[in-house]
């Protein structure tokens, strides 16, 4: 844990009790943003990266669901064990959220402006005047044109690009230390997702906000992110930076991952390597390793024990046997 | 283009059981739901079985025995015509299931039929169809009912057609407002592409997607049909006596209300219980198969 | 394993000047007729046998109403479809109706696509036995095969879509699409809503289908690197228009529409060292109801003049079989 650390996360569990059994969503999961960081987290359907974030910010639904142990550490307090009070000043104010489909997480009956401002003014005790100010301002920030004006539309009036920004705004305008954002460009076109990935780089530059981005795009990874964090069926299986991730990836869901991505660049084409499979029911997680059943690099060990997150090389975590000391990995 | 969450798609992915059990389990949990369950299988049972349960013939007239208060002999007392009340509540059962079922199921295909054309076709032919639909609606459901019957003449069979044609315009608005949003879905798109029929589409895809609202509406049609069956036989122009009904046996007991109080306390709690059963049946199912909760 | 694209000849399918707009239609009781979505606005090409075309193209472009036009599952407004040298539009709803065991449609949502109601053998004998091709055991022998070129059992042809996952599901929607041997098959975002590992055993399915069965396709997909991955030949559509067209490797070297060099500029390559030179259009796509008047790209292209505003540029071809839509090329 760096002196520069902003969040910690360590071996985090939040379980979901259904009829049909308990739902295993994020089973032991750690990781570590700096200040200023931007952390890409990676993973598809069910790697439970979106409840990792729900579970930072206290959101899991109760009972159904449940943060069943681990520590999030957030400047020095466990957010697990911080009251709700505690944690609803946190939220939008040193820790915000922008969410992946513009149109449903904007509350259509209420200006954008009202919108902004009732964060402003919840957190930093502003007076109507002078947070509706600081929305017009945050709104140019964003790169709405004409902000003035437009402060007093509604979202359905803005095309979704421009309700991404919104957004955006409304989560920077108490100038939070972490930003979250779920799958923030996934439901938008690319050439608007470039527009945006833009907008978050120089805000990233102007504010020194650290990102946590959650997405299943490894492009907008390569693109926003300098560390990276892979998920798979509820637990960590590879953090590092991302240049190492991608040149030299050692857990074999990232390398499959990879692989199995068509290259616009390609100049002869090749026949795609997908990963054989699907991912486990995470009601009936098996008994070792998760990744196991999918894996062409598996050994009798993987089936029966689950690997731990190890730090292979200096800055490199993995969990994997292959990469374990003490276990015959030779063919 | 928006991607399912981790969340939704993580609860999609592993759906095993079948889809009854699944609803049977959730019907189970709702304590309500199984006491309705309950009565109506104890309706349907009696009424089953009456031949077996009853002690005796619901129509034998012994005067001797006119009005006797509940005994050892006569469970329920017996009215004055000396017929076992126990009896005839019991034979009674028969009729009000019967005339709930069948006048039901004439509301439902009448209803169906004009509903799923209405909402498949849309245009002209949906306007005169509502149209129609809210003539009959503007009419008191009552009222309508006890016009028919003094059309028709009280008999068993004519409650039938009046209770039936009275009660076609709920399905018919309930089935059009689910064919109209099902037929918008992908799979009815797929069907069509496939190459199928416009009948075909309307029977195999679109109609067993709307059947979680007409399960439960019919339930619950079932106890009202009921009731006004026994509205319509209070008022002398429904089922006809000697025939046992528990609207009948209310008509004919009101005179004794204070001094015979049991020949209207019986058929009265019968039919509550039964409407009570059908209610609360009704509900559960409505909540046991929300679709919400269904893949 | 590499492999060589064939060169295609013959047409199977032929659009011309295809239009397709939706009425938009405001009062209470005599609805007014006040202006048209123009989702597809003038579109012509041709897809050849044995090749698969892709279509990308950003929300509006109409590429997706395009493939349900083409099989009149949307009648079109204007233009004429041709296929194997039949006008589809002069065919009544009848014959229309025979003609599909022809051409098919892969759909893009797997868990909205197939029916909750209907056991999966079911769904796909479904097409099987609306054409009456083979008996009641001859169907049941070719459900269990196609189950088994999709990657499924044939167990699964009792059990019910929601037993399945979204992969899976979308190997059904092809399966019902292969049943009745088609020689088209329209693939609407067929592996948008999957998945990355699970998109790459489904492109490659589909890849070795079309091998096996000699099916062309129609490859429809916001997803650039899928689309150039798959097909043969590439169009891009802008608001209703194509823009450019030509084969798939040459696009991605070679572009020419100032459009499809930012569309190929934006897309995010997985990859931190390859630093781009990004080009970042101004402002939202136009709304199809009101296109702007002239070359439709003008209000966001950075080499817009004059004669952009006032002219639609024309679909020309500039040699190597590369169509383009605009003034400066």
């Known amino acids: 844990m760096g002196p520069e650390s902003l969040i910690h996360v360590i071996n985090l569990r939040t379980h979901f009790y259904t009829d049909a059994g308990i739902v295993k969503a994020v089973d032991g999961v750690n990781l570590e943003i700096q200040k200023g960081e931007t952390l890409g987290v990676v993973g598809e359907s069910g790697s439970g990266k979106s409840i990792t974030a729900m579970s930072i910010l206290r959101l899991i639904p109760i009972p159904s669901g449940k943060i069943v142990s681990g520590e999030v550490i957030f400047d020095g307090k466990d957010l697990i064990k911080a009251s709700e009070d505690e944690m609803m000043r946190i939220r939008g104010n040193e820790i915000a959220m922008i969410f992946q489909d513009p149109m449903t997480s904007l509350n259509p009956v209420l200006t954008v402006g009202e919108q902004i401002m009732e964060v402003i003014v919840l957190h930093q005790k502003a007076g109507r005047s002078e947070a509706k100010k600081k929305a017009i301002e945050m709104l140019k920030k964003v790169g709405i044109p004409e902000a003035e004006g437009r402060v007093n539309n509604y979202p359905h009036q803005f095309s979704g690009g421009m309700r991404q920004r919104v957004m955006i705004a409304m989560a920077l305008s108490c100038n939070p230390k972490l930003l979250i954002a779920d799958e923030p460009t996934s439901a938008l076109d690319v050439t608007i997702q470039a527009q945006i990935m833009d907008l978050m780089n120089n805000l990233k530059r102007d504010y020194g906000t650290a990102i946590m981005l959650i997405t299943h795009d490894l492009g907008v990874v390569a693109e926003l992110c300098q560390k990276v964090l892979v998920m798979y069926a509820g637990n960590t299986v590879e953090y590092t930076d991302v240049d190492a991730l991608f040149s030299l990836p050692k857990h074999p869901y990232t390398g499959g991952l990879l692989g199995s991505l068509p290259k616009l660049d390609e100049l002869v084409k090749q026949r795609l390597k997908p990963i054989e499979g699907q991912p486990p029911d995470l009601r009936h997680l098996p008994q070792g390793c998760n990744f196991a059943q999918r894996c062409n690099r598996k050994k009798p060990i993987c089936e029966e024990q689950k690997p731990t997150l190890l730090e292979v090389e200096p800055g490199h975590f993995v969990s994997c046997f292959l990469y374990e000391e003490g276990v015959k990995m030779h063919d | 283009m928006p991607i399912n969450t981790d969340s939704d798609k993580t609860f999609e992915l592993y759906e095993t059981s079948s889809s009854f059990l699944e609803m049977w389990v959730r019907l189970k949990r709702n304590k309500l739901a199984i006491l309705g369950l309950f009565l109506v299988v104890s309706l349907v049972l009696v009424a089953l079985f009456a031949e077996v349960i009853a002690p005796y013939d619901p129509v034998q007239i012994a005067l001797k025995n006119s009005l006797e208060e509940p005994n050892s002999a006569h469970l329920m007392g017996t009215d004055v015509l000396g017929r076992d009340i126990f009896s005839r509540i019991i034979y009674g059962a028969r009729a009000s299931l019967i005339i709930g079922v069948v006048a039901t199921s004439i509301s439902l295909v009448i209803g169906v039929t004009i509903g799923a054309i209405s909402g498949y076709y849309g245009g002209w032919l949906d306007a005169l169809m509502m149209r129609i639909t809210d003539i009959f609606f503007a009419f008191p459901f009552f009222l309508l009912a006890i016009a028919i019957m003094t059309f028709l003449g009280a008999s068993f069979i004519n409650i039938f057609i009046a209770l039936g044609i009275v009660g076609w315009t709920n399905y018919a608005r309930l089935v059009r407002g689910q064919v109209i949003s099902v037929k918008e879905s992908e799979y009815v798109e797929a069907a069509r592409a496939v190459g199928a029929k416009d009948a075909r589409i309307i029977l195999k895809h679109i109609l067993p997607n709307t059947l979680t609202p007409v399960i439960v509406y019919t339930t619950m049609n079932i106890g009202v049909v009921i009731l006004a069956e026994a509205g319509l036989s209070f008022l002398g122009i429904g089922v006809r006596p000697p025939s046992p009904s528990w609207g009948l046996m209310l008509a004919e007991g009101k005179d004794f209300l204070f001094n015979a109080s049991w020949l209207v306390i019986w058929p009265g709690i019968a039919i509550f219980l039964t409407v009570l059963g059908y209610n609360l049946l009704g509900e559960g199912l409505r909540d046991a198969l929300d679709p919400r909760l269904k893949p | ?329």
Not at chain 3, 69 to 75: A, F, M, N
Not at chain 3, 119 to 124: A, E, L, P, Q, S
Not at chain 3, 315 to 323: L, P
């Open chain 3, 1 to 329: 394993m590499i492999e060589i694209k064939k060169v295609m000849t013959e047409t199977l399918l032929k659009v011309e000047n295809l239009k397709k707009y939706f009425p938009i239609k405001k009062g209470l009781l005599f609805q007014r007729h006040m202006g048209d979505v123009k989702a597809v606005d003038g579109v012509s090409f041709e897809i050849r046998r044995g090749e698969t075309l892709g279509m990308v193209g950003e929300s509006g472009c109409g590429k997706s109403t395009i493939g349900r036009t083409i099989l009149r599952l949307l009648e079109p407004t204007k233009g004429k479809v041709i296929f194997e040298g039949e006008v589809l539009n002069d065919l009544s709803s009848e014959e229309m109706r025979k003609m599909r065991s022809k051409m098919q449609i892969i759909f893009q949502d797997p868990y909205a696509s197939l029916n909750p109601r209907m056991r999966v053998g079911d769904i796909i004998g479904e097409p099987i036995m609306i054409h009456r091709i083979l008996t009641c055991a001859e169907r049941e022998k070719r459900v269990r095969k196609i189950l088994d070129v999709v990657g499924l059992s044939p167990y699964h042809g009792a059990r019910f879509p929601h037993e399945f996952s979204g992969g899976q599901r979308q190997r059904i929607g092809i399966a019902r699409a292969l049943a009745v041997n088609p020689k088209l098959i329209i693939c609407d975002e067929p592996v948008s809503a999957l998945d990355v590992s699970i998109q790459a055993q489904v492109i490659n399915l589909l890849e070795d289908l079309q091998k096996e069965f000699d099916l062309t396709y129609l490859f429809i997909a916001h997803d650039l690197s899928v689309v150039k991955h798959i097909s043969n030949r590439v169009a891009v559509m802008y608001l209703g228009k194509m823009i450019e067209l030509s084969n798939s490797e040459e696009l991605y070297k070679n572009p020419q529409h100032p459009y499809t060099i930012a569309l190929l500029s934006a897309v995010p390559v997985p990859d931190p060292k390859v630093k781009k030179d990004r080009i970042i259009l101004k402002g939202d796509v136009p709304s199809p109801v009101n296109p702007p008047s002239g070359c439709r790209f003008h209000t966001r292209c950075p080499k817009t003049q004059d004669i952009c505003m006032e002219q639609d540029p024309k679909f020309k071809d500039i040699g190597n079989d590369h169509y383009v839509a605009c003034h400066f090329v």
